[in-house]
């Protein structure tokens, strides 16, 4: 129970694939309580059952983008629970005719809605976890090694997770003095719904599985075990990594 008496925030879960919650299983598992969000309205009903499962109190929408919507799940925490120990950012969101063209095409909306999604907000839930984190903390998201290689078909999301891979360094640096460590999960590719809308997705998979070092995929529940360690007290002497959970996939040229 290496999470007893911890809390935690959760934003990610889709559905029963997502990364979040294979996190978030792992998180409940060594003790922690989760407070869970979905993105909506619709996503509600596929979120609900699972936040039950883990037995959480606190189960909120939260769409980034929606003005005010993340300061009402701090806000509550802070009521709830007067602190907070964790926090893993599962999201990430891009436009699927900038996603699917070249980087070079990429328009500039396009790009900064993604940037705003799946960079940005891990920025502004540090700024709301900080006052929270009074024992000190542990922030993370969740990147992809197409942030440093060219992988076909990942193409504006490389530089989007460059820019994530790089806030998270920063942010280590800005927040370390105050116990709160930061960091950036990297599976290797799972097949998700946000993974639904990458080309050829399935030639991704084939091709990690036969080169992987371990000649697997690493699971959902492989993440979650990582994510749960780098949580825990025992990794207080870690921070601003990305940490590979691929099976060893990133090493092979
Ligand atoms: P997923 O579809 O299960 O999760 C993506 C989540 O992003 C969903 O819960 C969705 O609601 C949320 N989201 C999108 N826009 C949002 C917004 N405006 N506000 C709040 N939430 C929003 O897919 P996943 O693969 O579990 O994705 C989670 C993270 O893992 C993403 O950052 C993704 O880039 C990353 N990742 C995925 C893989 C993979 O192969 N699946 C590999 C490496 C990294």
């Known amino acids: 129970m290496i999470l007893a008496n911890k809390k935690g925030l959760v934003v990610g879960i889709a559905n029963d694939n997502s990364i979040a919650y294979g996190c978030a299983r792992k998180f409940r598992e060594a003790g922690a309580d989760l407070a869970i969000t979905y993105l909506n309205a619709k996503a509600e009903p596929h979120v609900r059952p699972l936040a039950e499962s883990l037995d959480s109190k606190i189960v909120l929408p939260c769409d980034v983008r929606e003005e005010g919507q993340l300061e009402a799940v701090f806000a509550r925490i802070e009521q709830e629970w007067g602190k907070l120990d964790f926090v893993l950012h599962s999201i990430a969101f891009a436009p699927r005719e900038d996603l699917h063209g070249r980087l070079v095409d990429c328009s500039a909306q396009g790009f900064a809605l993604a940037m705003d999604i799946s960079c940005h907000s891990f920025i502004r839930m540090a700024r709301l976890a900080e006052p929270l984190m009074k024992d000190g903390g542990c922030l993370q998201t969740v990147t992809f090694f197409g942030s440093d290689r060219v992988v076909e078909h990942y193409n504006m999301m490389g530089p989007v997770k460059a820019a994530l891979e790089c806030s998270v360094r920063y942010l280590a640096a800005d927040l370390g003095v105050k116990g709160i460590r930061v960091h950036a999960l990297s599976p290797g590719p799972l097949k998700t719904r ?25 699971t959902i529940e492989d993440v979650g075990h990582v994510a749960a360690f780098l949580a825990s007290d025992g990794a207080r002497s870690l921070t601003g990594n990305v940490e590979y959970i691929d099976a060893g996939y990133h090493i092979m040229g």
Do not use: Q, V
Not at 194 to 218: C, Q, T, V
């Open 194 to 218: 946000a993974a639904s809308g990458i080309g050829r997705f399935d030639e991704l998979l084939d091709r990690a599985r036969e080169r992987a070092p371990e000649r697997m995929l690493a």
